[in-house]
């Protein structure tokens, strides 16, 4: 018996000594009380770090670490607004090349804008290139000059090309904007007249009519004159708008280069002085240290922009700065950047939240240094100094950076390997310690430890961690977050709603599937609010249609409206298989598509179907539905079964398959081999969706898996592209969210919540002021109203919170804004 029992003691051992191997894990009241836990944050990540650089690598588990490294000139704050960050102010000017009116001067052109902009117009100069033409007005070709030998002719006068500056005025800490979109429009009401009306090629037709003789002045000759005239208008530049987004950086802010180990290194300079704020090294004695480095100047943000338009640099977000023609910097003033833009988009305000880089590390003469020294110079390669292109013998993802870089943010990679590199443990841990050389509000503790899990222990591993107070936060899954909404004497639960939403979607491009009447059938069978409930454990909130409901493009006054055929204007239901005739239909505004399979199978048969018994047929044939989803236990494979149970009711025939994720992903969905498929989606923040629903997208590789094509949607998202102003941009994807919704492409599922549960001991220190204006940092719960409410994840907020030895006892206003 007892060799029995040592079978199964000794192996469950073995077991709890591994777990506690990979993070030490003491009770909860030896672990609040460690004096070292009082100036760190602990956490957890699920995989290794591998490169720093935030241009080269698309890994999360990088992006965890050096979002503590690296800032960008704007962010998004913590309601997701976009607001200068390494700038004070950010201003959106315009400068614009167009074409005035032969009879225009430039003295009366300077009056016109500044009557109609008033100080937004700044300046107005000539450019080369201007427009003049003469034609043959019997063929409408061009002639080299106008003739003078009497022959008819028809000439466009000189039209002078203009360079127009606009700026709005700049305010510290917001964003600003003058770009004129509508300039041509707005130019044309003021001025009475089209200011491009001289290239119109009906008018120029009927001028070169008007020089013919009256027998050659037919219908057919104005047809072919115009069409020879359009030729040649076409090729006119009438407008050309180059928006900049004018930068004004902060000053004092430096980086911070480290760790270094060499003590010589720091000979001369003074260790840094929390008291004073002074000082040009912090760290160790006898270890690692780090030092105060050059100044973020516009140069760093010029290099950052060009590499990453530098084929050689290969970053794989190269493609979304494509449409930037060239950035600036000033001679008389290092603190102010340009980016300048070839086309109106305006979207492009999100890019530039991406982090700055280093100039003095990745300057051509310093890449080239770390090149020698790594062997790899022009002489080791055998190249000549020409030739070399130090980009393609030392790649980016080469370089020392990725291991060990430069900080400009709150934090700095620890070393725990000494000097070799990585500074972070594999499979173990990284640490990161309080930058003292942060340039805005800095950590008031010293450390945060990520503890690396390794899957194979599972979550369970990491969820004992944090019941015992060795982790802070903790990733609850849909399953456990009414259990620890219920333990809140220890914890709080804190719920995000993150930029992802789980849909069905339908193929549109399929014959049986592009009356929309069917699609709306088959979501009505669907009952949302249950798969909510049942699968997701009330862990998400409905949605109706396509964008993420954190976020303000998410219309939440659409209404789904809707003329029932089975009820009628008393709230009557007419009798299984019957419908109410036309006239005496109850309409009714839903805030969403309701679960009615009574009205489901009614639409059906409107579209053409027939019951033949509890079966739908369709052209002599049985409707089916080919029905694909993903292999293994998840919530998108038991939303596919559900569906699969519901269509079989309404008399469906369901061809369901599963197929493992690659698979399921290359030969069905991005294939379009599907009538319905069940996925997700997860992206960023701005409004840009014509990658998922622009008719140009409807075959590989682009995502409009749906195969959704409408001109209007087409139309407005084109649009809202050139619009700069938020409450349009607002207005505009409200637009374009009902118009989509209205088409039903997709089952509209739910967007699920991201909640992350915290040790009570951490408190997050608010800034406040005292009675005499002077600025205090108080504590608050974690629950308190402002973190509550905000939009961002708690990761936003993460050098605001502390550890404290004992659960501090909130009173009520203390969780109030």
Sequence with gaps: MWIKRSLVIVPLTLLLFLVQSVIWVPGNKAASQNE????????????NPEDMNPWKSTATTDSTISDYLFEGLVRYNHMYEIEPRLAHTAAVMEELVTLLPSDMTLEAAQAALKAEYGETFKSLAEEKGEATAAFDAKTGKLL????????????????????????????????TSAVQADFDVRMA?????????????????????????????????????NKEFQKWSAGIRTVEHFPIVDFHLHKGVRWTDGPYFDAGKRKGLNKFDPNTGKGDWFGEESGPFWVRGPELTSRDCKLTFDLLKDRDFASPRASSYESIVETRTFADDPYRFQVVYGELYSPALSDLTGAVLPYHIWNDEAWKKEALEKGRGPKDVGVSEEQ????RFLAAQERDFRMRPSSMGPMVLEPLNGETTPLWKLTYQVRLRKNEFYWSRKPEFQFIDYYI????FGAETVEFAFNTGSIDVYAAKAFQVRRYEQMDESC???????????YMGFNC????????????ALSMAIDVDSIIDKIVYGQGSRITGPAYPVLPWYNRDYKFKHEWLTKNKKGERAKPGEQFPEGERMEEDLPAIPYDLQEAKALLISSGCKDDNGRLVKDGNPFKIMLVSTSGTSPRRDTAILAKEQWAKLGVEVDYQEYEWNTYLSQYVRARNFDVCVLGWSGGLDFDSRQLWHSSQVNPPGLNFAKYQNPKADELMEKILTVYDPDEQKRISHEIFKTIAQDYP???????????????????????????????????????????????????????????????????EQFKK
């Design 36 to 47: 070292s836990r009082q100036d760190r944050l602990v956490f957890y990540m699920g995989a």
């Design 189 to 225: 009401k003021r001025l009475g007249r089209g200011l491009y009306d001289e290239l119109d090629a009906a008018k120029l037709a009927k001028q070169a009519l008007e020089k013919l003789p009256e027998s050659e002045r037919t219908k057919e000759q104005e047809a072919a004159l």
């Design 746 to 812: 997709y089952i509209f599922l739910y967007s699920p919540y991201s909640t992350s549960v915290l040790d009570k001991h951490i408190v997050w220190r608010m800034e406040g002021t005292d009675g005499k204006g002077n600025p205090t940092l108080e504590d608050r719960p974690i629950s308190h109203d402002f973190l509550r409410t905000a939009r961002a994840p708690i990761g936003y907020f993460m050098t605001e919170l502390l550890r404290r030895e004992n659960i501090p006892d909130f009173k009520g």
């Design 453 to 456: 899990f390794d899957p194979a």
């Design 144 to 175: 080299a000059e106008t003739p003078n030998d009497g022959k008819p002719a028809v000439s466009v006068g000189a039209m002078k090309r203009v360079r127009i500056t606009f700026a709005p005025e700049l305010k510290r800490g917001s964003i």
């Design 388 to 391: 070399y292109n130090v980009k």
């Design 509 to 520: 491009g399929k014959e049986h599937l592009k009356d929309k009447r069917v699609r709306l």
């Design 492 to 502: 709080y639960v804190l719920k995000r709603q993150p930029t992802s939403y789980e």
